[in-house]
């Protein structure tokens, strides 16, 4: 109940808001309100910079028109009067208003932007032979109305969606470089490989420092014993023999350091008397 009282109090409030408004309402056709931009109420037919009609009855209007308002009569090519060129033209052109739902389909299918549609307002009619527009009135409608924005080309290029933008080019990527750094290190080859005894055959893996002595290779091959020589004399260095091992080195060292005389050496083939 309270609701029902409160909303007839804000109709109320509406009521005599309205009541002392000034009137809005015209008198068409003598007073006219301003018309958008994009308001469309008649047609027209366009002529070429030339001065030439710019229909060349190709009666694509006729065919897309959804209310079918449009009757064109093609008259076929002949050559015209001004450019001396053989074109198509319309011998008649009669677009009837009774029944147009103004979807400007025509406009945008014309090849030559012939038709266009006009933004002056609307004109009053006392019969219905008034609405329908002859190739004369079209015609005329050309000069005595403003054409509206819109044309054949431009209500085309409106649909077709912009390409997107191209991707942009990637740069060069600049070459690898190679820190500069000592060289890896790399193990020691244990002894007795080919590599300890022989540094170039593992591509230089055992090649000496520089700086530093490298150290002979431990030879592998067992000792044989050395023949007997003569007696050195006490507190001289015995000569080696070339090929002595290390065992025959040793005793003979020895022998030096204590002084003890070296046993006479046998030749073979001597026999003892």
Known sequence: ???????????????????????????????????????????????????DEACIGCLQCERICPSQVIAIKAGGKRE?????????????????????IYCELCVQVCPTDAIVMTREPELPAFGREDLVLTMAKLYANEKSKQRAWGD?????????????????????APPPTTPAGPPPATSAAPPGSASAANPLAAGGAGAPTAGKPSAAPASTTPADPAPATS???????????????????ASTEAATTTGAAAPPSTKPGEGGS
């Open 1 to 51: 109940m309270k609701s029902y009282f409160a909303s007839a109090a804000r109709a109320l409030a509406t009521s005599f808001t309205n009541v002392f408004r000034k009137p809005v309402t015209v008198e068409f056709p003598k007073v006219i309100r301003p018309r958008a931009e994009r308001y469309r109420s008649s047609f027209a037919l366009l002529h070429e910079e030339d001065g």
């Open 80 to 100: 015209s009067p001004i450019s001396g060129k053989k074109r198509g033209y319309a011998d008649d052109f009669v677009l009837d208003l009774n029944a147009c």
């Open 231 to 249: 007696a050195a004399p006490s507190g001289s260095a015995s000569a080696a023999s070339p090929g002595a091992g290390g065992s025959t080195g």
């Open 152 to 172: 054949a080309t431009r209500l085309n290029g409106m649909q077709v969606p912009p390409k997107p933008p191209a991707p942009p080019k990637a740069a060069a």
